[in-house]
């Protein structure tokens, strides 16, 4: 499933989000019988909305919360951004009253899935800069830390030299914005199409040298790097000292671990070695539906995570 896809479907069930009055009766049957896997898990992984809508209902204050009762301590909401700032607030709210972390939502101005910050021009800077922005005033809504940035496509008119400066200096008008408010963007190096700019962990790492910010970051997704590079763990740690945020998925077919080829148990204990403290994006689908697909989605967790 396509970042793009994923905020699409946030978009679609963000007016959901105060339709529900409270948990379904199943789950607060399941609720009363205390299980082992409400118990909190060794590393912080987030769900994002619809990952426990046959538990939960609709509502995404809802489900939240189920997942809170589930063990999770985090959540991730891509499309938080275009949200109405009353649904940011209410979501702020509850993290904070259950005490749960904001992983990262997507700072898109509407540029980041065609040709934009490497062409230079500065229309497209001047719209990055606004939505940076906006996006500082979103993220003091939910105590968020970290945000998504997509540098965009590649510019095939100009030599990489040049699109590679003309995107440090994007990404340093943008740390400038963000390292005030103590806000990491995260720039995330993807697999979607051979047509976007950062396609390898190297490449990102390289611009946040360059950039030389706290505000400037790796997001290193699991599974696209599963898919472009392979070599995990080697290229984590290659990279380790710029990297502040992990997302998750198994490849192929970009569901929960176990579904796939990657020994994801294995790359959470040399995480959890190196002493990786942050938020873990579960940046992919149900490999089944209804509640049987949630249930083993979980379960799945608890299998990756009984790595101690």
């Not at 500065?122 to 005033?137: A, I, L, M, W």
């Not at 579904?259 to 579960?282: D, Q, R, S, W």
Request: proline content about 4%; charged content about 25%.
């Amino acid at each position: 499933m396509k970042r793009s896809e994923f905020i699409k479907n946030s978009l679609l069930t963000a007016g959901a989000i105060t339709a529900g009055t409270g948990i379904t009766s199943a789950f607060a049957a399941d609720k009363a019988t205390p299980l082992a896997a409400d118990r909190t898990f060794n590393m912080d992984y987030a769900p994002h909305q619809g990952m426990f809508e046959s538990h939960a209902g609709k509502s995404f204050l809802d489900q939240i919360q189920f997942m809170y009762d589930k063990g999770f301590r985090s959540i991730e909401d891509n499309g938080y951004l275009n949200r109405p700032v009353e649904e940011q607030e209410k979501i702020g709210k509850l993290l904070a009253k259950l005490g749960m972390r904001m992983g990262v939502f997507v700072v898109d101005g509407g540029d980041n899935w065609k040709t934009s910050l490497t062409t230079g021009k500065k229309e497209f800077k001047d719209k990055f800069v606004e939505t940076c922005k906006k996006s500082v005033e979103a993220a003091k809504r939910c105590n968020a830390r970290w945000l998504t940035v997509v540098p965009g496509f590649y510019e095939r008119n100009l030599p990489y030299g040049n699109q590679f400066a003309n995107v440090i200096d994007a990404m340093r008008a943008g740390a400038e914005i963000f390292e005030p408010h103590g806000l990491i963007m995260v720039l995330e190096t993807l697999s979607d199409t051979p047509e976007l700019f950062l396609q390898k962990t190297n490449e990102t790492y390289a611009v946040c040298k360059a950039v030389q910010s706290p505000s400037c970051k790796i997001l290193y997704d699991i599974y696209h790097m599963q898919r472009t590079e392979g070599d995990l763990i080697k290229t984590i740690d290659r990279c380790w000292d710029e990297i502040a945020y992990v997302q998750i998925g198994d490849n192929p077919g970009r569901k929960e671990p176990g579904t796939g080829e990657i020994n994801y148990k294995n790359l959470f204990k040399h995480l959890h070695k190196k002493g990786y403290k942050g938020v873990m994006g579960m940046e992919h689908g149900n490999s089944k539906p209804g509640k049987e697909g949630e249930l083993a989605l979980i379960s799945a967790y608890r299998e990756a995570d009984s790595f101690l």
